[in-house]
């Protein structure tokens, strides 16, 4: 009946408890009760009824037996009845019980066994026994809704239906059978959709955000399964800030950077990370060597640590549906604190070949520490002598030195010296450069004084050059006078002729008064006096009168050369 009618939920109910109560009459009437009569349960028939129904079916015993349990049964056994009683007992013979049965009388009944041997043998052809057979599980199973076999049946193959829910989802079915519908339809929530028919596959997108629901396949009026859709959270970040705390001896108030994980920044810097998530239980920071978990409080995420050179990381969002969902790639880009520059340069007084002064300029990203000035003998950097020159606390500084001041120096020896400058680098303990290295020889007395003959010699030598200059100079004089005589007006050869003389006179007279002021600051170092550095003295006094003189008249010269025309 199930197997041709496909009954509903009821109708399967009712065929399953006329069923069991069929079958349950049967086995009380002929299972139940005879057992109870076997086993004597229940009082059975009496011997009289039991004669007569032997008697039925052996003809040989008949009323015999009856007859002798009637005597039996008599109150007054007298010797002729017992008599009686032994003599029909002889008569009654011992028959087996299988004479009652005659298996021909069943012959009639074998027409009748046709009917179900033909509808297996056609089940068997036709191959639908297992189905035939089977039905039995839907009548069992009347609280499930089954439905009739279909020309085709949707086979969906999007197994996974656990889905993100700000991610899009696509669902792909397909249909097997002999028909192939043209239009198939899925149920939403009690709201239907068209698919759409790609590479014979029909798809259905589930746009974000997504929400967990029921939903099936409906094409031609055959309906699927039921499918449950179950919308998964997804870890974000929604709120995202660094805080940068720079290294204290920079002076430089500290950073917030919102809504970013790109940064540039000095070396020794602590970042700290502030986030706060959405969804999500945790958040870790990944380099190309460590994984570190941030601190987590609610919803926000807290970790610190302090940069010193370029970073590349990573920052990943987990939950219980997924891991390491998204990955955020940043970069630091670190400031290293540069090396402090140094430059200085060397003035020796000629006069004073002791004597050096040095002139500098230091110079750091973050400022200059200290200053100082490095000596030792030519040779021997063990035996060195530090000197601080200056303390400073900007980033420039010039400063300026006098050599052998604060140092301790011998006569004769030759000494090494350089300036070093130390930065306020507090991360690496300050780090240093130095300048070029110069060397001084300190003279003894001898040395100087030799050192003082050479000066005055090269001195006079130069002025005996500037000298016989002035020579020819008064010579050319001497020409231009003689070429001015004869001659009514002046070109512009000898108009220009005239200034070139003016202002090589100017500069011959300018040399010599150098000459003898330098003359003059060497015979002032002078500790001893001498007949012969007396009278140079004198002489150089009285050139200094007539220079003074010289140029007074040169300038006239020049001004009334400017005016000349004729």
């Known amino acids: 009946m199930e197997y041709f009618l496909w009954l509903n939920s009821t109708g399967r109910l009712i065929l399953l408890i006329v069923f069991i109560a069929v079958e349950g009459f049967l086995l009380v009437r002929f299972i139940v009760i005879p057992a109870a009569f076997l086993f004597r349960f229940r009082k059975g028939i009496t011997h009289k009824r039991a004669s007569l129904l032997i008697g039925r079916h052996f003809p040989e015993v008949d009323d015999k037996l009856y007859n002798l349990l009637d005597l039996a049964d008599h109150k007054e056994q007298t010797e002729l009845l017992l008599a009686s009683i032994e003599q029909r007992s002889g008569q009654l013979q011992p028959i087996p019980f299988s004479r009652a049965i005659d298996f021909r009388e069943n012959v009639h009944y074998a027409k009748y066994l046709l009917i179900p041997a033909l509808f297996i043998g056609l089940l068997l052809i036709t191959g639908s026994s297992g189905s035939f057979f089977g039905s039995y599980k839907r009548v069992v199973n009347f609280d499930i809704a089954y439905e009739p076999p279909a020309p085709f049946y949707f086979r969906i193959l999007s197994q996974d239906l656990r889905v993100l829910e700000n991610k899009a989802h696509t669902i792909q079915v397909i249909t097997i059978g002999e028909v192939q519908p043209e239009d198939v339809y899925i149920n939403i929530d009690g709201k239907e959709y068209l698919l759409q028919l790609q590479n014979g596959m029909f798809q259905y997108t589930f746009t974000p955000p997504l ?64 986030i706060t998530g959405k969804n999500t239980e945790q958040i870790q920071l990944i380099t190309t060597d460590t994984v570190e978990s941030f601190k987590r409080s609610g919803e926000d995420f807290l970790l610190t640590r302090t940069v010193f050179a370029d970073m590349g990381y990573e920052l990943t969002t987990s939950n219980e549906n997924i891991k390491d969902y998204e990955k955020l790639n940043y970069r630091f880009r670190v400031i290293k604190d540069a090396s402090p520059s140094i430059k200085v340069s ?16 230091a110079a750091d990203d973050y400022g200059v520490r200290v200053v100082k000035v490095v000596c030792y003998p030519e040779n021997q950097p063990e035996d060195r002598q530090l000197l601080e020159i200056a303390s400073p606390v900007s980033n420039f500084h010039q400063f300026y030195y006098t050599f052998p001041s604060g140092l301790q120096v011998k006569d004769g020896v030759r000494y090494d010296l350089y300036f070093e400058v130390t930065d306020n680098d507090a991360i690496h303990g300050g780090k240093r450069s130095r300048s070029q290295i110069f060397t001084m020889a300190v003279l003894d007395p001898d040395q100087l004084e030799s050192r003082s003959l050479k000066v005055q010699e090269s001195l006079l030598n130069q002025m005996d050059k500037s000298l016989e200059q002035f020579k020819a100079q008064k010579e050319r004089l001497q020409g231009i006078n003689e070429e001015q005589k004869e001659k009514e007006n002046l070109s512009f050869s000898d108009q220009r ?56 008249l040169l300038e006239e010269l020049s001004k009334i050369a400017e005016k000349i025309d004729k």
Do not use: C, H
């Open 211 to 274: 929400q967990s629901a029921v939903f099936f396949f409906k094409a031609n009026g055959i309906i699927s399964e039921k499918f449950q859709l179950e919308s998964l959270r997804a870890p974000s970040i929604y709120d995202f800030q660094l805080n940068l705390t720079y290294p204290g001896y920079l002076k430089k108030p500290n950073d917030i950077l919102k809504s970013t994980g790109n940064a540039s920044f000095p070396e020794g810097t602590k970042i700290t990370w502030e």
């Open 497 to 552: 002729q005239i200034k070139e003389f003016l202002k090589n006179q100017q500069q011959q007279e300018q040399l010599m008064e150098k000459f003898s002021s330098r003359l003059k600051e060497n015979l002032a170092n002078k500790k001893e006096e001498s007949p012969t550095n007396e009278m140079l003295r004198e002489r150089l006094e009285r050139q200094e009168i007539n220079a003074r003189k010289n140029e007074k």
């Open 346 to 361: 060397q003035v020796v007084d000629s006069l004073l070949p002791n004597v050096a002064y040095y002139s500098g300029e």
